[in-house]
């Protein structure tokens, strides 16, 4: 059975940072690639940051050079480092994984960015 969950979102001052993690069980992690997205209220779900199976990442315009995404094979972990973080960054976070056709969901983590 294959799960992924999230974990560290929270509240948190604009300016302010938070870790986000995503451990991951039943599948092959390290050949996954691994990504976040987030959905805010009334708004589709977007696309925040991917990294490939060797390491390449890519993100959202509108989170490049503040939010660090990284993951670890020994600990099937895939982390979302979030810094300078603004109102408009509120949204639940998921995390993917993905292995061509075969793609899972987490179960998603409340980011919440006060002004």
């Known amino acids: 059975q294959v799960q992924l969950v999230e974990s560290g979102g929270g509240l948190v001052q604009a300016g302010g940072s938070l870790r986000l993690s995503c451990a991951a069980s039943?599948?092959?992690?390290?050949?996954?690639?691994m990504g976040w997205y987030r959905q805010a209220p009334g708004k589709q779900r977007e696309l925040v940051a991917t990294?490939?199976?060797?390491?390449?990442?890519n993100y959202a315009d509108s989170v490049k050079g503040r939010f660090t995404i990284s993951r670890d094979n020994a600990k099937n972990t895939v982390y979302l480092q979030m810094d300078s973080l603004k109102p408009e960054d509120t949204a639940v976070y998921y995390c993917?994984?993905?292995?061509?056709?075969?793609?899972?969901w987490g179960q998603g983590t409340q980011v919440t960015v006060s002004s």
């Open positions: 039943g599948i092959t992690f390290s050949i996954n690639t």
């Open positions: 990294i490939t199976s060797s390491g390449i990442e």
């Open positions: 993917r994984s993905q292995y061509y056709q075969r793609n899972y």
